[in-house]
């Protein structure tokens, strides 16, 4: 579902977020196609991969809890609302719904769809692969979701293995470290907490329970003593087993504003320069020529 994409819907984001979208075919808007893979003809789509300079965005989002207050989506809808807006700014292709990520920390909790790893990979790799094929020679995948910050590092390292003509690029950052309204709670603020909840204020406010944010404890529980630089993959459940960290309850519409309007600028000003990159191809090219014979690479 593309909430933003609904004429219906484009006035309530509007009014709530103050934000507007000039959609393609909207009386006086100029003729500029759709950024919605899902939304183009055939023919609006090869004019879009054009513009876009062969760019488009794969914005990654997840199905797990989040705390008792915010929607299971709630990843997957922040990060389309910063990517298509961020295309407002710099046209791009963006990609439909995609939330096939790593969550295998949350299979305790319902409404987590988490996939085997395996298929995670492969349906990442098909994907840009298609992606490629059809014309996204500069892949941003804009990650929504804490648990692929291992994941999609990987995934682009695996691309060195065989030559692409594409490159992947990963955009990982979702709040700014510095600036902006004074944080209210104190405590670590990683999952459904603060930050996270502010910006589903602009996102979906329809969708935010603020009453059930206290319902359950989002606090570190401190269950595993292990030394600094030991990791297990069960130190997330043993530090929030409620799948809750931070006080969404602090949460507030002027830091969600403050915080989403970050965002989508950090996002386009990556969609700029990825367009502007013509140095990552040559590279991996190279590399590709130079590792069928690496013996003779040496001086
Ligand atoms: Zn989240």
Redesign the pocket.
């Known amino acids: 579902m593309s909430k933003i994409s609904r004429s219906g819907t484009i006035f309530t984001v509007c009014l709530v977020a103050g934000f507007c979208r000039l959609t393609a075919g909207q009386a006086g808007a100029p003729s500029k196609p759709s950024v919605h893979w899902e939304e183009l003809t055939a023919a609006d789509f090869r004019e879009g991969i054009h513009r876009s300079q062969g760019t488009c965005l794969l914005p990654f989002g ?1 199905l ?1 809890k ?1 705390g008792p207050h915010l929607p299971l989506g ?2 997957l809808l ?1 990060v389309r609302y910063a990517a298509l807006h961020a295309t407002e700014h710099e046209y791009a292709i963006v990609f439909p719904e995609y939330y096939f990520g790593q969550i295998a920390e949350a299979r305790h909790e319902p409404g987590t769809i988490a996939y085997s790893h395996d298929l995670q990979l492969a349906l990442l790799q098909e994907t840009t692969d298609e992606m490629a094929r059809n014309g996204c020679k500069k892949i941003i995948i804009v990650n ?3 648990g692929n910050e291992s994941l999609l590092p990987y995934f682009a390292q695996t691309q060195l293995e065989k030559p692409h003509d594409y490159v992947v690029y990963i955009f990982d950052q979702r709040s700014p470290t510095t600036g902006g309204p004074p944080k209210k709670s104190s405590i670590t603020n990683w ?2 907490g603060e930050d ?1 909840t502010s910006k589903m204020l602009i996102a979906r406010p329809d969708t935010v329970h603020m009453e059930r944010a206290t319902s359950e404890s989002g606090a570190d529980q401190h269950r595993l003593n292990l030394p600094d630089g030991v990791y297990t993959g069960i130190w997330w459940y043993a530090r929030w087993p409620n799948h809750y960290s931070g006080e969404g309850a602090a949460a507030t519409e002027e830091l969600g504003k403050f915080q989403m309007d970050w965002w989508v600028d950090a996002i386009a000003n990556v969609i700029r320069a990825v367009k502007a990159d013509d140095v990552s191809l040559k590279l991996q090219n190279e590399f590709y020529e130079k590792s069928k014979h690496p013996l003779e690479t040496q001086p």
């Open positions: 997840i797990e989040h709630t990843d922040n929504g979701h804490g999952h459904a996270e």
